[in-house]
């Protein structure tokens, strides 16, 4: 398994969308964190604290398997993500 950064940023209607998505959101990343693939998964925050998108580091087998979790993401699917980027990485911290 190699990892992946998966950077998704809120399209002009993501306030609105998050809370209505937020359960299928979470529902889809369950089976990878409860199989030990989610390193990390939260969200960007502005300053005054209102989300802007979301960051999740998780374990794939590869960039097209990493690629095909994020595009099927209720996030993704529903419009909260105008964009959204996967890219791999190597885990330097913690050893």
């Given amino acids: 398994m190699a990892t ?4 998704g940023r809120d399209g ?3 306030a609105e969308l998050r809370p209505l998505h937020r359960p299928a959101h979470l529902a889809g990343l369950e089976p990878l ?7 990390f998964a939260g969200p960007l925050r ?8 979301s ?3 998780l374990d794939a087998p590869d960039l ?3 690629q095909r979790i994020a595009a099927r993401d209720a996030y993704a699917v529903q419009g909260v993500f105008a964009s959204w980027e996967v890219y791999e ?3 330097v911290f913690p050893r």
């Fill in 46 to 53: 502005r300053p005054d604290g209102q989300p802007v998108g």
């Fill in 89 to 91: 990485t190597s885990v």
């Fill in 33 to 39: 964190a409860a199989a030990g693939r989610i390193r």
């Fill in 64 to 66: 097209a398997e990493a």
């Fill in 4 to 7: 992946f950064i998966w950077i």
């Fill in 12 to 14: 002009p209607r993501g």
């Fill in 55 to 57: 960051l999740i580091v």
